[in-house]
C-alpha cells in the first residue's frame, strides 16, 4: 500500500497542523512493487526547485518492504546525502495475514534494510511501526523529532551491523535475487 503525499514545506505551528489534516485525510492506495529510489530522484528534482533557505531538508520514506522497482538504490541516495539532504525511514514492519494490506516483513529484517540501505544524511534515523494501530502515532513521533531537530545520537536505535551492499541492490540484479 502507499500513502502519497505532496512535498510539504513545514516552516510552523498552522504548517504543521495543515500536513497532519492533509495526512489524516489521504487515501492509503495499493500497489504492485516499490521503487524507492524513484520516489528518491522525484524528490531530489523538486528539492532542486526550491529556495535553499529552510534549515533542514528532510525526506521522509515509509515501505512495508525494499526497493524492487526502478533504479538501484544507493546510487540515488548517495546523491542526496552529498547534497546534505536527509533521508529518514519509517518500516512498516507488521505481520502479514492481518487483513490489512501490508506484506509483512519480518521487524528486524526490514529496520536493517532501512539502516544499511535507505536512510542517510545528518541526524537520519529509523522508526518502525510493528502493527498497524501504530502508525499514525509513529508518523506523528517522527515528525515531532524531525522537526523538532533531535540529534540522532539521543537514544535512535542505530545498527552496529549491515547488510552486504548486493543485498540493497534491485531484486533480480544480482545471482541468486528475486
Given at each position: 500500500q502507499?500513502?502519497?503525499?505532496?512535498?510539504?514545506?513545514?516552516?510552523?505551528?498552522?504548517?504543521?497542523?495543515?500536513?497532519?489534516?492533509?495526512?489524516?485525510?489521504?487515501p492509503?492506495?495499493?500497489?504492485?512493487?516499490?521503487?524507492?529510489?524513484?520516489?528518491?530522484?522525484?524528490?531530489?528534482?523538486?528539492?532542486?526547485?526550491?529556495?535553499?533557505?529552510?534549515?533542514?531538508r528532510?525526506?521522509?520514506?515509509?515501505?512495508?518492504?525494499?526497493?524492487?522497482?526502478?533504479?538501484?538504490?544507493?546510487?540515488?541516495r548517495?546523491?542526496?546525502?552529498?547534497?546534505?539532504?536527509?533521508?529518514?525511514?519509517?518500516?512498516?514492519?507488521?505481520?502479514?495475514?492481518g487483513?490489512?494490506?501490508?506484506?509483512g516483513?519480518?521487524q528486524?529484517?526490514?529496520?536493517?534494510?532501512?539502516?544499511?540501505?535507505?536512510?542517510?544524511?545528518?541526524?537520519?534515523?529509523?522508526?518502525?511501526?510493528?502493527?498497524?494501530?501504530?502508525l499514525?502515532?509513529?508518523?506523528?513521533?517522527k515528525?515531532?523529532?524531525?522537526i523538532a531537530?533531535?540529534?540522532?545520537?539521543?537514544?535512535?536505535?542505530?545498527?552496529?551491523?549491515?547488510?552486504?551492499?548486493?543485498?540493497?541492490?534491485?531484486?533480480g540484479?544480482?545471482?541468486?535475487?528475486?
Amino acid at each position: 500500500q502507499r500513502l502519497v503525499l505532496p512535498v510539504t514545506r513545514i516552516a510552523g505551528a498552522e504548517d504543521a497542523v495543515a500536513f497532519a489534516d492533509a495526512l489524516a485525510a489521504a487515501p492509503v492506495e495499493a500497489g504492485q512493487a516499490t521503487s524507492m529510489s524513484g520516489a528518491l530522484a522525484f524528490v531530489r528534482r523538486l528539492f532542486a526547485l526550491m529556495p535553499e533557505d529552510g534549515a533542514r531538508r528532510v525526506i521522509d520514506l515509509s515501505s512495508d518492504g525494499v526497493n524492487n522497482a526502478g533504479a538501484e538504490l544507493a546510487p540515488v541516495r548517495a546523491a542526496l546525502v552529498a547534497e546534505g539532504i536527509t533521508i529518514n525511514g519509517l518500516p512498516i514492519a507488521v505481520a502479514a495475514g492481518g487483513g490489512d494490506g501490508f506484506t509483512g516483513h519480518g521487524q528486524v529484517w526490514l529496520e536493517l534494510y532501512f539502516e544499511s540501505c535507505v536512510i542517510g544524511g545528518p541526524d537520519a534515523f529509523v522508526m518502525t511501526v510493528t502493527a498497524a494501530d501504530e502508525l499514525s502515532g509513529t508518523i506523528l513521533n517522527k515528525l515531532v523529532r524531525e522537526i523538532a531537530g533531535v540529534p540522532a545520537e539521543a537514544g535512535v536505535m542505530r545498527a552496529d551491523y549491515g547488510l552486504p551492499p548486493e543485498d540493497c541492490a534491485l531484486p533480480g540484479s544480482v545471482p541468486g535475487r528475486l
